[in-house]
């Protein structure tokens, strides 16, 4: 989410706005509070709260939350801590995020019951689970299966094509069935997808979710600049409404960038910018499958018409590519990629 300052300032200043918002839970809810209203939040006029480290004024959760004890801290994000608990009533581990806004804002509550209603809906082996709903102290909490492994955003990249190849197919399944229940995800990214012990790969954090019903004889379309800038699809930037189209277009840049290791389309920072020529797959990854890179960067059309019409056709296009390499042994390459951290 606070990708939003990447898209408006120099290197330097969004270094710093970075670092800031990573030590200052006041400035970092600030800023996905705009990037999610695209706007100010509250009057201009009225008093900012203190910021810094200093003021760490974030609600510190009990270490007991009904059933669950908190183990220890999973990752944070603009929503709020995620958490590895205990669930004591069924003795296992699970994860647990949860609001730490000390006041809790309606899009805060309104993002955490989206996420639940979106994900309990889907229920896919390529997308996590949520066990459970609740409140503490007036903060919203969710339950979902623990996933003991790396989100995409933490390997070291990039990854060899194949490979990139199995995760694609996972995500693509996992957004086939998100679609088919009549949901969109609208934050597709490295960070809300994440690899297990296995090599198996889950999507991840509903919380920008749309729902737009199940009858696909209507064109879907979700008004609202929502997502995060640098993987949003180049019509949502512009103002039309997400479709699945743009959730394709997100895929396709996050599996380009497990291939190369950078996101295609590079573009002049503030308002120069414009969009780079796309560099074809083949270019930079040696041995790629053509029919493989096609399929990537049919995703990545500028005109979301030449996109894939449904997740469905990238889906069967992957499988064919993915049968074709069952003979190949990819194993030993997965396993080296998930133990490689990014440094
Ligand atoms: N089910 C899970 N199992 C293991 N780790 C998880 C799980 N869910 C989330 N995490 C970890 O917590 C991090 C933040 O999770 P998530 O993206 O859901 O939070 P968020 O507040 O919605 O973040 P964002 O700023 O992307 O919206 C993830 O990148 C991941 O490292």
Same mark, same amino acid.
């Given at each position: 989410?606070?990708?939003?300052?990447?898209?408006?300032?120099?290197?330097? /200043?969004?270094?710093?706005?970075?670092?800031?918002? %990573?030590? &200052?839970? =006041? &400035?970092?809810?600030?800023?996905?509070? $705009?990037?999610?209203?695209?706007? #100010?939040?509250?009057?201009?006029?009225?008093?900012?709260?203190? #910021?810094?480290?200093?003021? /760490?004024?974030?609600?510190?959760?009990?270490?007991?939350?009904?059933?669950?004890?908190?183990?220890?801290?999973?990752?944070?994000?603009?929503?709020?801590?995620?958490?590895?608990?205990?669930?004591?009533?069924?003795?296992?581990?699970?994860?647990?995020?949860?609001?730490? %806004?000390?006041?809790?804002?309606?899009?805060?509550?309104?993002?955490?019951?989206?996420?639940?209603?979106?994900?309990?809906?889907?229920?896919?082996?390529?997308?996590?689970?949520?066990?459970?709903?609740?409140?503490?102290?007036?903060?919203?909490?969710?339950?979902?299966?623990?996933?003991?492994?790396?989100?995409? =955003?933490?390997? @070291?990249?990039?990854?060899?094509?194949?490979?990139?190849?199995?995760?694609?197919?996972?995500?693509?399944?996992?957004?086939?069935?998100?679609?088919?229940?009549?949901?969109?995800?609208?934050?597709?990214?490295?960070?809300?997808?994440?690899?297990?012990?296995?090599?198996?790969?889950?999507?991840?954090?509903?919380?920008?979710?749309?729902?737009?019903?199940?009858?696909?004889?209507?064109?879907?379309?979700?008004?609202?600049?929502?997502?995060?800038?640098?993987?949003? /699809?180049?019509?949502?930037?512009?103002?039309?409404?997400?479709?699945?189209?743009?959730?394709?277009?997100?895929?396709?840049?996050? $599996?380009?960038?497990?291939?190369?290791?950078?996101?295609?389309?590079?573009?002049?920072?503030?308002?120069?910018?414009? @969009?780079?020529?796309?560099?074809?797959?083949?270019?930079?990854?040696?041995?790629?499958?053509?029919?493989?890179?096609?399929?990537?960067?049919? &995703?990545?059309?500028?005109?979301?018409?030449?996109?894939?019409?449904?997740?469905?056709?990238?889906?069967?296009?992957?499988?064919?590519?993915? /049968?074709?390499?069952?003979?190949?042994?990819?194993?030993?390459?997965?396993? @080296?990629?998930? %133990?490689?951290?990014?440094?």
């Amino acid at each position: 989410m606070v990708a939003l300052v990447e898209e408006r300032l120099d290197s330097g /200043a969004r270094g710093r706005v970075h670092r800031h918002a %990573a030590e &200052c839970p =006041a &400035c970092r809810e600030l800023l996905v509070a $705009v990037m999610r209203s695209q706007s #100010c939040p509250g009057p201009l006029d009225a008093p900012l709260p203190p #910021c810094g480290p200093a003021a /760490a004024r974030t609600w510190t959760p009990p270490g007991v939350l009904d059933e669950f004890h908190l183990v220890r801290l999973l990752g944070r994000g603009g929503m709020g801590a995620v958490y590895l608990a205990h669930d004591t009533s069924l003795d296992r581990l699970v994860a647990l995020k949860l609001s730490v %806004a000390l006041e809790p804002d309606t899009s805060t509550l309104d993002s955490f019951a989206i996420e639940a209603r979106a994900i309990a809906r889907i229920k896919h082996p390529n997308v996590v689970t949520v066990f459970r709903a609740g409140q503490v102290e007036g903060r919203p909490y969710l339950v979902y299966e623990y996933v003991d492994g790396k989100s995409l =955003a933490e390997l @070291a990249l990039p990854l060899p094509w194949r490979y990139a190849l199995d995760i694609a197919l996972g995500l693509a399944r996992g957004l086939r069935a998100a679609h088919q229940r009549g949901v969109l995800h609208r934050d597709v990214k490295p960070g809300n997808a994440i690899l297990d012990a296995d090599g198996s790969i889950k999507l991840l954090d509903f919380g920008l979710a749309a729902f737009v019903g199940t009858d696909r004889s209507k064109p879907w379309a979700v008004p609202g600049v929502v997502g995060t800038p640098r993987y949003m /699809a180049p019509e949502v930037r512009l103002g039309a409404p997400a479709t699945p189209q743009s959730d394709l277009y997100a895929l396709g840049l996050l $599996v380009y960038e497990l291939c190369t290791g950078r996101v295609p389309h590079v573009r002049a920072s503030g308002a120069d910018r414009v @969009a780079a020529a796309l560099v074809p797959l083949v270019d930079l990854v040696p041995g790629v499958d053509l029919d493989f890179a096609e399929a990537v960067e049919r &995703c990545l059309e500028e005109d979301p018409s030449a996109r894939f019409g449904r997740v469905d056709a990238l889906c069967t296009a992957l499988e064919r590519l993915g /049968a074709r390499g069952q003979d190949a042994g990819f194993a030993p390459v997965r396993s @080296a990629a998930i %133990a490689e951290t990014r440094p």
